[in-house]
């Protein structure tokens, strides 16, 4: 069975200081991650995605994240954290479903907050 | 392309009313996802059609909750009769789902506030 665990709830850092969120996944088959943004009273937008093509991903604004299977990981990661950034980031994995449509299980998010 | 489109945005009901969500996917998408978010949680799956067939629904109450997706476009969420713990946002997504095997990520509505007093 697939499940996706976010290791932090809340994460502050400085602005212009780096971001990691962690996000630790299982997956019986070769699942595909993604990495989806929520700001305030907003729906979910997506980030960037992985599925098995280059390890390492680049996404919107700034955001990259590496798939390493070894370690069941998908990090996201920013170099340098800016005001707007503020929001909820979930990791989410998808499992192909070859006789159905595919399986689609969210993390519990992980808030990031930026220190001025 | 135009986004997933809902309505309402916001809703207060007392409890053992009964609420409807609508839900407008993206033009061409095949896969649409009711999902519930309470508050300081991430979404979770309600139901997942494909085209107007479900196939998923194994975390719908469905004591009380239902949903359709007539003619497999526009889609409905109904919760009759409500109560205090259905308070979160229910969000609607699409995906255009391709071939068997591959994802499509998902395309997420703003939402539907629902307060159940």
């Known amino acids: 069975a697939q499940s996706v665990t976010q290791l932090d709830s809340h994460v502050s850092v400085s602005e212009g200081t780096p971001v990691l969120l962690r996000c630790n996944y299982s997956?019986?088959?070769?699942?595909?991650l993604f990495w989806y943004v929520q700001h305030p009273n907003k729906g979910l937008q997506l980030l960037l995605k992985?599925?098995?093509?280059?390890?390492l991903v680049k996404g919107i604004n700034g955001f990259e994240a590496e798939f390493k299977k070894s370690e069941t990981s998908f990090h996201l990661t920013k170099p340098s954290a800016h005001m707007s950034d503020a929001a909820e980031y979930f990791c989410?994995?998808?499992?192909?479903?070859?006789?159905?449509?595919?399986?689609?299980?969210f993390g519990s998010g992980t808030r990031l907050s930026i220190r001025p | 392309e135009a986004g997933v489109a809902q309505s309402p945005r916001y809703k207060i009901i007392e409890k053992r009313q009964s609420v409807a969500f609508w839900c407008n996917p993206i033009?061409?998408?095949?896969?649409l996802y009711w999902y519930q978010q309470i508050l300081g949680q991430g979404p979770k799956l309600l139901i997942q059609?494909?085209?107007?067939?479900?196939?998923?629904d194994s975390q719908l109450p469905k004591d009380r909750f239902s949903a359709e997706r007539l003619k497999g476009v526009d889609s409905t969420l109904k919760i009759q009769p409500a109560k205090l713990e259905d308070s979160a946002v229910y969000l609607c997504?699409?995906?255009?789902?391709?071939?068997?095997?591959?994802?499509?990520?998902?395309?997420f509505g703003n939402g539907t506030r629902l307060t159940v007093t």
């Open positions: 992985y599925t098995s093509a280059a390890t």
């Open positions: 033009s061409g998408h095949a896969t």
């Open positions: 989410v994995v998808s499992e192909p479903g070859y006789s159905s449509a595919s399986k689609i299980i």
């Open positions: 997956s019986s088959y070769s699942p595909s």
């Open positions: 059609f494909q085209n107007n067939g479900v196939v998923d």
């Open positions: 997504a699409s995906s255009r789902e391709g071939r068997q095997g591959a994802h499509s990520p998902l395309h």
